[in-house]
C-alpha cells in the first residue's frame, strides 16, 4: 500500500538528511519535503499552524494515506510492519518519545510522525481548521481518535539535540 510522506522542516541541516534518508532505507519512497513557517514569537504553535497550511493548501491533492513527519526522527521500523499495525478508522501516532497524563488529557510528547489513512485526511483538517492553534503535540492528544500501535520510541526516536537546534531555527539563530 501507498502512503505520501511529508517531512516538516525550517532549514535543509543534517537532522533533515537524517530523517530523509532513514525514510528511504525503511520502503517510504513518495517523500516531499514541507518548509515551516519561521517567525519569533508564539513558537509553540509553529508546527500546528504548518501543517494545518499546509493540508489547507494540499487537501484536494491527497489520494492515499499520508504521513507527516517532523525532520528530526529516525526510524526504527520497515513501512509494511508499520502499515499492518495502523487502524484505518484512526489518527495513528507512530513516532513518538513518551506518553504523558495529565488529568483527563493524555497527550505525546515528541510527536513525530502522524499516519493518517486517507479516509480521515478530511476530518483531520477540518478539525485543525475548527481548533484553536496549541502546542501540536497536545492537540493530538486531544482527537477522539488518535491510536497508538507502538511504544514510545518503539518505531522512531528523536535525533539527539535536534529539539534544541528547532528552537533556536525558529527563534531566527542558528547554532
Known amino acids: 500500500m501507498e502512503v505520501d510522506t511529508f517531512i516538516l522542516y ?12 532513514s525514510l528511504k532505507c525503511h520502503g517510504f519512497t513518495n517523500i516531499t519535503l514541507v518548509k ?3 517567525r519569533k514569537e508564539n513558537k509553540s504553535k509553529i508546527v500546528y499552524e504548518s501543517w494545518k497550511r499546509f493540508l489547507n493548501e494540499n487537501k484536494n ?12 526522527v529516525i526510524l526504527m521500523v520497515k513501512k509494511d510492519k508499520l502499515q499492518s499495525k495502523i ?15 495529565n488529568k483527563d488529557e493524555m497527550y505525546q510528547v515528541g510527536a513525530q510522525g502522524i ?8 476530518g483531520f483538517i477540518d478539525q485543525l481548521n475548527k481548533d484553536n492553534p496549541i502546542h501540536f503535540d497536545r492537540w493530538l492528544g486531544r482527537l477522539d481518535d488518535i ?3 507502538c511504544k ?6 528523536e535525533i539527539p539535540g535536534s529539539t534544541k537546534l528547532w528552537t533556536d531555527s525558529y527563534s531566527g539563530i542558528r547554532m
Do not use: R
Not at 10 to 21: A, G, M, P, R, S
Not at 61 to 72: G, H, R
Not at 152 to 157: A, D, L
Open 10 to 21: 525550517v532549514e535543509q541541516d543534517k537532522n533533515l538528511d537524517i530523517t530523509l534518508n
Open 36 to 38: 515551516g513557517i519561521v
Open 61 to 72: 491533492k491527497f489520494d492515499k494515506d499520508i504521513l507527516l513527519c517532523e525532520d528530526d
Open 87 to 101: 487502524k484505518q478508522d484512526k489518527i495513528n501516532a507512530v513516532f513518538y518519545q513518551k506518553l504523558l497524563k
Open 115 to 122: 499516519y493518517i489513512p486517507h479516509n480521515k485526511i478530511e
Open 147 to 149: 491510536h497508538y500501535p
Open 152 to 157: 514510545p520510541k518503539e518505531w522512531g526516536i
